[in-house]
């Protein structure tokens, strides 16, 4: 019991460590990615091409003093950004890395990670209200109003994924997708849902709750120092979590679709023959596996990283009404009337998976017996 115990304090340590590593270096990698866009160098000083530049960030935040605004709450606005880092952390407990790399393999991951980000809007009007700022507070009810509304939108499409996959769990819902991912199933969902992460997260071209132009920087205009670190690392860190849920929604997390896909409809003989010598394959040659998943898995991770820089170089900056419009009016009812089509759907083929997922429920011809 206790070295279960110190094996789950260790794992989740180096969980900590490599998210708040990840977020340093993803800062770097916007940084360089916008450059090349924009036909700039980017940070190419500190260290060999840069690469020590987040370390140099962090140092100059760590060094800048910190003045607390006058009549501000001092134990929420010193609060705040600690514990929306600490929520932001907790939320990769249960996500799952590879087939056997995942801190808390729960029943109800997906509604684990709903709560967690559900209540991050708590610590974004707190933090917003404690500094006795108008600016930081406007920023707080924009951030508050564009989170509730596009949380709807990815708690409908999520709906979806559970419809299909039969199963709350990130590791069911990823074996689901081994024949074929969502992202091909429920391709305007896969759609809708990228657009909807960038307003979740405050992103360009939905970065409305931070407008340098009318807010100077939003809630946290008056943190500055360590707060305004901790601020930074669990919007990062946010980011790069939902680039994660995304990838084991709808791009089936470390798994490829089989190479012998087709040959299942039309040969089940060679299908059998094939099945049997790449599950030979897989057992002699199970840490070799192990690392094949775990880069694939980072390689679409990194995808949708791409896609978060490539639309902030790209876009321009939505007015905030255009924004709100967008979510209730178009985006709520097209994931209600999609949400429905997939269920008349999938009662239409026999009814609900129980297990395994309705496309490999599908494929297996289970549907047409």
Request: positive net charge; charged residues 10%; aromatic residues 22%.
């Given at each position: 019991m206790v070295s279960l115990t110190v094996y789950f304090i260790l794992l989740s340590l180096y969980l900590i460590l490599n998210v708040i590593l990840t977020v340093a270096f993803l800062t770097l990698f916007e940084r360089k990615v916008l450059a090349s866009i924009?036909?700039?160098k980017g940070p190419n000083w500190t260290g060999f091409l840069g690469i020590l530049q987040p370390l140099a960030d962090a140092l100059k935040l760590i060094?800048?003093?910190?003045?607390?605004?006058?009549?501000?709450?001092?134990?929420?606005?010193?609060?705040?950004?600690?514990?929306?880092?600490i929520l932001s952390l907790s939320a990769w407990f249960v996500i799952p890395f590879n087939n056997v790399t995942v801190v808390s393999d729960i029943n109800i991951?997906?509604?684990?990670?709903?709560?967690?980000?559900?209540?991050?809007?708590?610590?974004?009007?707190?933090?917003?209200?404690?500094?006795?700022?108008?600016?930081?507070?406007?920023?707080?009810?924009?951030?508050?109003?564009q989170v509730i509304a596009y949380e709807v939108v990815i708690g409908i499409?999520?709906?979806?994924?559970?419809?299909?996959?039969?199963?709350?769990?990130?590791?069911?819902?990823?074996?689901?997708?081994?024949?074929?991912?969502?992202?091909?199933?429920?391709?305007?969902?896969?759609?809708?849902?990228?657009?909807?992460?960038l307003a979740e997260t405050n992103r360009h071209p939905f970065d409305l709750a931070e407008a340098e132009s009318e807010l100077v920087s939003g809630y946290n205009v008056e943190h500055s120092s360590v707060l305004f670190a901790l601020f930074f690392l669990s919007e990062y860190a946010n980011i790069i979590l939902l680039c994660h849920v995304a990838t084991i929604l709808f791009l089936?997390?470390?798994?490829?679709?089989?190479?012998?896909?087709?040959?299942?409809?039309?040969?089940?003989?060679?299908?059998?023959y094939i099945d049997e010598f790449f599950y030979t394959l897989r057992s002699e040659f199970y840490y070799l596996t192990w690392i094949y998943h775990s880069?694939?898995?980072?390689?679409?991770?990194?995808?949708?990283?791409?896609?978060?820089?490539?639309?902030?170089?790209?876009?321009?900056?939505?007015?905030?009404?255009?924004?709100?419009?967008?979510?209730w009016k178009v985006f709520v009812p097209i994931t209600i009337g999609l949400v429905f089509i997939s269920?008349?759907?999938?009662?239409?083929?026999?009814?609900?998976?129980?297990?395994?997922?309705y496309i490999n429920h599908f494929f297996s011809g289970d549907v047409f017996m």
């Open positions: 924009q036909k700039r060094l800048k003093e910190n003045p607390v605004p006058q009549n501000a709450s001092s134990v929420l606005f010193f609060g705040g950004p600690l514990v929306l880092l991951g997906i509604l684990y990670v709903f709560m967690v980000s559900s209540l991050n809007t708590l610590n974004i009007i707190v933090a917003g209200w404690s500094s006795n700022s108008r600016y930081a507070f406007l920023g707080a009810l924009r951030s508050i109003a499409i999520i709906i979806n994924i559970i419809v299909l996959s039969g199963s709350l769990n990130f590791l069911k819902i990823v074996w689901a997708q081994k024949d074929l991912w969502y992202a091909f199933v429920l391709w305007a969902q896969f759609f809708l849902f990228f657009i909807a992460m089936g997390g470390w798994t490829m679709p089989d190479i012998y896909f087709f040959v299942k409809f039309f040969s089940v003989e060679y299908y059998m880069f694939v898995y980072i390689i679409k991770v990194y995808i949708y990283l791409f896609a978060f820089i490539w639309v902030r170089a790209t876009l321009p900056r939505y007015r905030y009404d255009q924004l709100m419009r967008l979510g269920i008349s759907l999938t009662l239409f083929f026999d009814g609900f998976p129980s297990e395994g997922g």
